[in-house]
């Protein structure tokens, strides 16, 4: 692909970008993001939060930014702060949340060009970017447009049939030259409410045994937790809903691995 000079100048404001992946829908991929790039604020990093999933944008709901728009100064699109956190999608700019993206591949690359030139993410330490399940047009184009500034954080659930999802995402990254940054395994076991015994629903490690085939950095997990759920239907992220639960801990103890190993390079 060749570079775009506009897109360039902002990637040098960008110190690092984390493409969410994931082979899979329904593994919990924007949760992951949504409070990865709050962790990330409250370990003081300047942080942004892209969502490119275009035509089923979840990070507006998650951060409870339905109804918002950005506003534009000076030709660039102000993205709206949450939590310490810039966040742009599509959302943002959709008349109401039932309007659907009926778009082909190249309009999706544009929009996402978009995103990166004309948005005014300023001086940023990290830019984490939701994308859509599988290795189609919109991990495609990130993964282009940020070639040599980002790297990847594969999201899966235990069970076999997830992994092997999840594996197509390994080939992908491989492909395209986009290092893989690690994986984490989400809905990691049910945290009983009352008792707080782990029962292991989506079987258990599947995650490692995924990292162990493969050679890759085993991130951390994430339980399932009830209140996850109802954090998401009241618009606040799980990391301030519940700041003292374990999966909180754990997005914390995730972001803290992360950063501990990138001041290693």
């Not at 949504?34 to 300047?46: D, F, H, T, W, Y």
């Not at 940054?181 to 995924?210: A, D």
């Not at 950095?217 to 519940?242: F, Q, R």
Request: with cysteine.
């Amino acid at each position: 692909m060749v570079k775009d000079e506009a897109i360039q100048k902002k990637l040098e404001k960008i110190g690092h970008t984390f493409v969410i992946l994931s082979g899979k829908g329904g593994v919990g991929k924007s949760t992951i993001a949504c409070n990865l790039a709050i962790a990330l604020s409250q370990r003081e990093k300047r942080t942004g939060l892209l969502d490119i999933d275009i035509h089923g944008p979840s990070i507006p709901k998650l951060l409870g930014l339905n109804g918002r728009y950005p506003k534009v100064e000076d030709e660039e699109i102000i993205p709206i702060e949450s939590n310490g956190v810039k966040v742009m999608s599509i959302g943002f700019l959709l008349n109401d949340t039932k309007t659907p993206v009926i778009w082909r591949g190249p309009l999706k690359a544009n929009m996402i060009k978009e995103f990166l030139q004309s948005v005014k993410w300023g001086e940023l330490d990290f830019l984490v970017v939701d994308s859509p399940p599988g290795t189609g047009d919109e991990p495609l184009s990130i993964a282009q447009y940020m070639e040599g500034k980002a790297s990847a954080i594969v999201v899966t659930t235990p069970q076999d049939v997830a992994t092997i999802d999840v594996e197509k995402c390994v080939t992908f990254c491989n492909a395209l030259k986009l290092p893989i940054e690690g994986v984490i395994e989400n809905m990691s076991g049910f945290v009983c409410p009352k008792c707080k015994e782990v029962t292991y629903i989506f079987s258990q490690g599947g995650g490692r045994r995924l990292c162990e085939k493969f050679g890759i950095e085993y991130l951390g997990s994430i339980p399932i937790e009830p209140e996850i759920v109802k954090s998401g239907e009241e618009e606040k992220p799980y990391i301030l809903y519940n700041s003292n639960s374990e999966s909180a801990k754990s997005f914390l103890k995730i972001v803290d691995k992360i950063l501990e190993r990138r001041m290693k390079t």
